[in-house]
Nanobody, 126 residues
Framework: QVQLTESGGGLGQAGGSLRLSCTAS????????MGWFRQTPEKERDGVSC???????AYTDPFYRRFTLSRDNAKKTTYLQMHSLKPEDTAIYYC????????????????????WGQGTQVTVSS
């Protein structure tokens, strides 16, 4: 059974940085596109960033230039480096294996995902 385990969430300061990790098991990670999504009580789950098996990335507009997604295939892990945090970044962040990486896939998470992680809470204080 595929498992995606997120870590690295917690409390951050506005203007600061956090790094989220997502480690996969069972999944053929090297050939899988991976993504990060987030959800708040007020909003639907929406896309943050994705990375192709070859390392190509896409971001939705609010996160471009502030967040960086990378992957380490040997460790079966993706890393979402978040900089210049804002209080509105407060959300539960979900890792997902997705069908492919492209910005339009990030905007349609429920059609894009193959597997979800359990989520990790990020809270940014002002």
């Amino acid at each position: 059974q595929v498992q995606l385990t997120e870590s690295g969430g917690g409390l951050g300061q506005a203007g600061g940085s956090l790094r989220l990790s997502c480690t996969a098991s069972v999944l053929p990670f090297e050939s899988s596109a991976m993504g990060w999504f987030r959800q708040t009580p007020e909003k639907e789950r929406d896309g943050v960033s994705c990375i192709s098996p070859y390392g190509g990335t896409a971001y939705t507009d609010p996160f471009y230039r502030r967040f960086t997604l990378s992957r380490d295939n040997a460790k079966k892990t993706t890393y979402l480096q978040m900089h210049s945090l804002k209080p509105e970044d407060t959300a539960i962040y979900y890792c997902a294996a997705i069908v492919a990486c492209a910005e339009h896939f990030l905007k349609d998470p429920w059609r894009t995902f193959r597997h979800w992680g359990q989520g990790t809470q990020v809270t940014v204080s002002s």
